[in-house]
């Protein structure tokens, strides 16, 4: 079974948007619908099917360097921020242990998209920006993927 979506997001979410000075309810609704769609939520760290998407959210290794050689390096302000954390960037294989470092990662591949977050409460418009901006269109996942993992994983039932 994947994380409970209450710890999961006070813990791991919340810090690492805070960490980077991007923490809105939008960012936050779309990290944990990522991991949802992604990972369910952690119920898988390796991409099933021998790929190579690495952990909660399964970022590739290449998009994971690609962030950090082309958007990390050119903002000192953020240098500065991820190197209190963490020295030298991480190998790819820590998207599978440091879970801050995974939803960082995940929230500054999105923060690379010109388009606007969509609304918190906008579970559609989450799916797309996922499909188009994380999945890309030519994706195996859907819009109808993300959308039934939200229910099924992060809505909390009582």
Request: proline share 0%; no cysteine; charged share 10%.
């Given at each position: 079974m994947g994380m409970q979506v209450s710890q999961f997001r006070q813990h791991v979410i919340r810090p690492a948007l805070e960490l980077v000075g991007m923490a809105s309810p939008a960012a936050e609704a779309l990290l944990l619908g990522t991991a949802a769609q992604e990972s369910g939520l952690g119920r898988y760290l390796r991409q099933v099917g021998g790929g190579p998407a690495?952990?909660?959210?399964q970022m590739e290794p290449a998009t994971y360097r690609d962030i950090w050689t082309h958007f990390?390096?050119?903002?000192s302000e953020l240098v500065r921020t991820l190197a209190r954390r963490w020295n030298t960037p991480p190998e790819p294989d820590y998207l599978i242990t440091d879970l801050l470092l995974a939803a960082v990662m995940c929230r500054l591949h999105y923060r690379r998209v010109k388009a606007p977050l969509p609304e918190a409460d906008d579970l559609p418009g989450l799916a797309r920006y996922w499909k188009l901006y994380y999945n890309t269109p030519k994706g195996a996942g859907t819009e109808a993927e993300f959308i039934h993992n939200w229910h099924r994983f992060v809505e909390e039932k009582g």
């Open positions: 690495l952990g909660v959210f990390i390096t050119f903002d």
